[in-house]
């Protein structure tokens, strides 16, 4: 079987789709935690210090913070602003349609489609179901079905190990295509 390994942000689509998520979902709820968070996080100094530390570290200090913002919401709630959010926003002004057409042509020459990527399941799910691809994607940790800020799963630097983990020994075949 042949298959194709994506990544969803920056491949897909054109955003990074989890801080365009959070804040699409922030412009409809009004969060004065995540405002004060986005005026501070984009002055010079912090966006270094971030840079710095996801460099180092390999933690997105900036996208742990906003997550941390979603704490206290229901899942209801923000799949549902997903699910909007994916198609009035998402795929109307952010879809690379170059890709996409590649893509479809992989899909009639054979090729299985899978989605790896650090953005939202309930985003890559909602994109992947419809294309009928199968997707490993990073997961909001919930308790009783409501959102604690943190990660469930987080994919983010990990969709390299996620690859082998799916592949196994047949990683050795593996090509990268251009």
């Known amino acids: 079987m042949k298959i194709v390994f994506l990544d969803f942000c920056g491949t897909l689509f054109n955003v990074n789709t989890t801080l365009h998520f959070l804040e699409h979902y922030f412009l409809h709820k009004g969060n004065k935690k995540y405002k004060k968070w986005s005026r501070l ?3 010079k100094i912090f966006i270094y210090i971030n840079y710095l530390i996801h460099y180092l570290l390999k933690i997105d200090l900036s996208r742990n913070i906003f997550i941390g913002c979603l704490k206290g919401y229901s899942k209801d709630e923000i799949t549902d602003i997903a699910s909007s959010y994916v198609k009035d926003v998402l795929f109307i002004y952010h879809r690379r ?22 953005a939202f399941d309930f985003i890559v799910q909602k994109v992947c179901l419809e294309s009928k691809w199968d997707y490993y994607a990073s997961s909001l940790e919930f308790r009783n079905s409501v959102c604690t800020g943190r990660y469930g799963q987080d994919f983010l630097h990990r969709k390299r190990k996620m690859v082998i983990k799916i592949l196994g020994t047949g990683c050795a075949k593996c090509k990268k295509l251009e």
Request: hydrophobic share 45%; proline share 0%.
């Open 41 to 43: 996080l984009n002055l």
């Open 97 to 118: 349609t170059e890709i996409w057409n590649r893509v479809h042509d992989l899909e009639l020459r054979g090729y299985k489609i899978v989605v790896v990527s650090g």
